[in-house]
């Protein structure tokens, strides 16, 4: 967080122990009269899981980070910068410039049916066709620190530390990343995390780089589903965010069924989809990544060293890059609580 006024200053420390709402409305009146927001960048896989989606909603309802950049990761980089372009739109957010990250090939994903009328062009904001580059530029010109939000594999990261290393000392790295202690589903064995393992060397690469480093792995972030009243406000909500979320929400699923079961029925679709639309999200990984850079007070953070394996393990070897882990919820149900609030304020 930028440092908040004065007036907001010199309350913080008493507020802090005498009353966490005391100091929640401080916080807000800080922002609310003109503390600067963290400048972020996210680079995100979006239209692979639906987790980025929400992600980004909620980076867009969060006061305290101002985007200056987003770029796309992974496969069809272009028809994903599609879905980030059409999503901004519909949420009147075409300030923020769009970058094209490395592009590994032209298919579909499974939400880019969505954008698929969505002419790139016609974006009123700028679309950067090197997102790399944008996102090294965007680093090196910064007047402050700013911060790489990263919420999947890391081929762009990656490319850019190698075409100017220098970006790691003015930056620092949150991310979605790996597992330490528990894996997938809060399993008591560690996971290969899919961020990890697709592209082990690239995120090999960014965890050994200079900058600071904050991820949520599985341990907490693999934990948080929203469902009943939760989901239901979200649902209901009906604003630019919410119903442009729950569209590619419903896209997303439509397409993952159809993929598993080709000769399914369009009633037997709906049905399904319409199930799982109307009950609950799948696990919203990614939103602890943006959570991360605004706040760590709901997780218990642990500075352990951190190694890539080849296969896509994070593990703890002694002399290894000290990374800040979220190790395990203080409050998950806070998070929950956050997260609707933001997404339906
Ligand atoms: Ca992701």
């Keep these: 967080m930028a440092a908040p006024n004065l007036f907001a200053a010199s309350m913080l420390s008493r507020a802090a122990f005498a009353c966490p709402l005391a100091l929640a409305a401080i916080l807000a009146f800080a922002f609310a009269s003109g503390a600067a927001a963290k400048p972020v960048i996210l680079d995100t896989d979006i239209c692979d899981d639906i987790d980025d989606t929400w992600a980004l909603a909620l980076l867009l309802q969060s006061p305290e980070l101002d985007c200056k950049l987003v770029t796309t990761a992974?496969?069809?980089?272009?028809?994903?910068?599609?879905?980030?372009?059409?999503?901004?739109?519909?949420?009147?957010?075409?300030?923020i410039p769009?970058?094209?990250?490395?592009k590994q090939h032209d298919g579909g994903h499974r939400q880019t049916s969505w954008a698929e009328?969505?002419?790139?062009?016609?974006?009123?904001?700028?679309?950067?066709?090197?997102?790399?580059?944008?996102?090294?530029?965007?680093?090196?010109?910064?007047?402050?620190?700013?911060?790489?939000?990263?919420?999947?594999?890391l081929p762009n990261i990656a490319l850019a530390l190698e075409r100017e290393p220098r970006i790691a000392e003015k930056a620092d790295f949150v991310g979605m990343?790996?597992?330490?202690?528990?894996?997938?589903?809060?399993?008591?064995?560690?996971?290969?995390?899919?961020?990890?393992?697709?592209?082990?060397?690239a995120c090999r690469k960014a965890f050994t780089a200079a900058w600071p480093i904050k991820i949520t792995p599985l341990d907490t972030c693999g934990l948080v589903h929203l469902r009943g009243d939760k989901y239901q406000k979200v649902l209901h909500r009906n604003s630019a965010i919410t119903s442009n979320l729950l569209e590619n929400y419903r896209i997303w699923h439509a397409?993952?069924?159809?993929?598993?079961?080709?000769?399914?029925?369009?009633?037997?679709?709906?049905?399904?989809?319409?199930?799982?639309?109307?009950?609950?999200?799948?696990?919203?990984?990614?939103a602890v990544a943006i959570y991360l850079a605004i706040r760590t007070d709901l997780v218990r953070m642990e500075q352990l060293p951190i190694a890539v394996t080849d296969d896509g393990y994070t593990k703890i070897v002694e002399g290894?890059?000290?990374?800040?882990?979220?190790?395990?919820?203080?409050?998950?149900?806070?998070?929950?609580?956050?997260l609707v609030e933001r997404l339906t304020k």
């Design 117 to 153: 009328q969505y002419d790139l062009s016609s974006y009123p904001g700028t679309v950067h066709k090197d997102g790399v580059q944008a996102l090294i530029e965007t680093v090196m010109n910064s007047p402050e620190r700013i911060t790489i939000l990263a919420i999947g594999p």
């Design 255 to 286: 397409d993952g069924i159809r993929n598993a079961r080709k000769d399914i029925d369009e009633a037997n679709l709906a049905r399904l989809v319409n199930n799982q639309l109307n009950s609950a999200s799948s696990t919203l990984f990614d």
């Design 98 to 102: 769009i970058g094209i990250g490395v």
């Design 177 to 201: 990343h790996g597992s330490i202690y528990k894996g997938y589903g809060g399993s008591a064995t560690p996971s290969a995390e899919y961020n990890v393992a697709a592209d082990a060397k």
């Design 74 to 95: 992974v496969g069809n980089t272009e028809a994903k910068a599609r879905v980030v372009a059409k999503y901004l739109d519909e949420t009147g957010r075409t300030q």
């Design 320 to 338: 290894a890059k000290k990374i800040d882990c979220a190790v395990e919820w203080k409050s998950l149900e806070g998070f929950e609580d956050f």
